[in-house]
């Protein structure tokens, strides 16, 4: 994958960042229709911070928790007015002090946007740095898949290597039958060598 980048449409980090917020739970996909008038009727963050979650919501429904995520944008917008100025900040402490913005959505903001060496994990790059072997089966968490990623993955590859496993889980190593016949990393897979093990880790095994 020469060329890997996030699948959310947007221009500024402003969009990014409530694409990122709409994607948690949510397909890139649908977030991307769902956005064009989203953002059109509230193009930055002062627009966003008049509007009550009520009429955010109307543009959203269609996307996954709806009501919680209205409410979550019209905040962050407010915060970002108060407190930030109207900029989506760099720092990742920054970020997740904004309501609706955790650990995983600062990180791809500050990696995608800003180039920064952040891995943001979600449940692709959870499932294949794991099935690969990148990191160890008994990783429970996102932040221990992640501090164990960046600790192996040299720093100046990390914002793509976030988009590698990403893609890699959403296209290749699929959750449920994923397509190692396809998969030019089979070869160096430990999951395909030894489905067995993969499948008693998921039972804590």
Same mark, same amino acid.
């Given at each position: 994958?020469?060329?890997?980048?996030?699948?959310?449409?947007?221009?500024?980090?402003?969009?990014?960042?409530?694409?990122?917020?709409?994607?948690?739970?949510?397909?890139?996909?649908?977030?991307?229709?769902?956005?064009?008038?989203?953002?059109?009727?509230?193009?930055?963050?002062?627009?966003?911070?008049?509007?009550?979650?009520?009429?955010?919501?109307?543009?959203?429904?269609?996307?996954?928790?709806?009501?919680?995520?209205?409410?979550?944008?019209?905040?962050?917008?407010?915060?970002?007015?108060?407190?930030?100025?109207?900029?989506?900040?760099?720092?990742?402490?920054?970020?997740?002090?904004?309501?609706?913005?955790?650990?995983?959505?600062?990180?791809?903001?500050?990696?995608?946007?800003?180039?920064?060496?952040?891995?943001?994990?979600?449940?692709?790059?959870?499932?294949?740095?794991?099935?690969?072997?990148?990191? &160890?089966?008994?990783? #429970?968490?996102? +932040? /221990?898949?992640?501090?164990?990623?960046? *600790? =192996?993955?040299?720093?100046? !590859?990390?914002?793509?290597?976030?988009?590698?496993?990403?893609?890699?889980?959403?296209?290749?190593?699929?959750?449920?039958? &994923?397509?190692?016949? #396809?998969?030019? +990393? /089979?070869?160096?897979?430990?999951?395909? *060598? =030894?489905?067995?093990?993969? !499948?008693?880790?998921?039972?804590?095994?």
């Amino acid at each position: 994958m020469p060329v890997a980048e996030t699948e959310l449409q947007y221009t500024d980090p402003y969009e990014l960042i409530v694409a990122v917020v709409l994607s948690a739970q949510c397909t890139d996909k649908r977030v991307n229709l769902t956005t064009p008038a989203l953002f059109k009727r509230f193009p930055d963050p002062q627009s966003l911070a008049a509007a009550s979650p009520e009429e955010v919501f109307e543009y959203i429904k269609s996307i996954s928790y709806p009501n919680n995520k209205a409410k979550h944008l019209v905040s962050m917008a407010n915060m970002l007015m108060n407190d930030f100025g109207g900029q989506v900040p760099s720092d990742e402490k920054d970020l997740i002090k904004l309501p609706g913005v955790g650990r995983k959505t600062a990180n791809v903001v500050t990696s995608v946007v800003f180039e920064k060496a952040a891995m943001a994990v979600d449940t692709h790059v959870f499932r294949v740095s794991k099935r690969l072997g990148l990191v &160890p089966m008994n990783a #429970k968490t996102p +932040l /221990a898949v992640e501090i164990e990623l960046v *600790k =192996n993955i040299p720093e100046e !590859e990390l914002h793509i290597a976030h988009h590698w496993l990403i893609l890699h889980g959403r296209y290749v190593c699929t959750a449920r039958t &994923p397509n190692c016949d #396809k998969c030019e +990393l /089979a070869n160096f897979c430990p999951s395909y *060598k =030894n489905p067995k093990k993969w !499948e008693e880790s998921k039972l804590g095994k």
